[in-house]
């Protein structure tokens, strides 16, 4: 994963999305818990892993987000 600054001017990691999660029962786990796939402006846990976009992210929660 890439080094990237955050909105909120953190520096963070950037990578696809099934990089970021080793698998997908941990990413469902993690969107039943903090709503990943919402943050990231997906309906469906599955058609956002299906998708596997680029995103970017830090330890502040608002800094997740897709990249376009």
């Known amino acids: 994963m890439r080094t990237v600054k955050c909105k ?11 990089k970021v999660y080793a698998s997908f029962e941990e990413f469902v786990s993690y969107c039943e818990t903090y709503n ?7 309906h469906s846990v599955k058609k956002c892993w299906e998708q596997n976009p680029l995103i970017k992210g830090s330890v502040i929660p608002s800094d997740l987000q897709v990249v376009k």
């Open 8 to 18: 909120s001017g953190t520096k963070g990691w950037q990578g696809k999305l099934q």
């Open 36 to 42: 990943i796939h919402k943050r990231l402006g997906y």
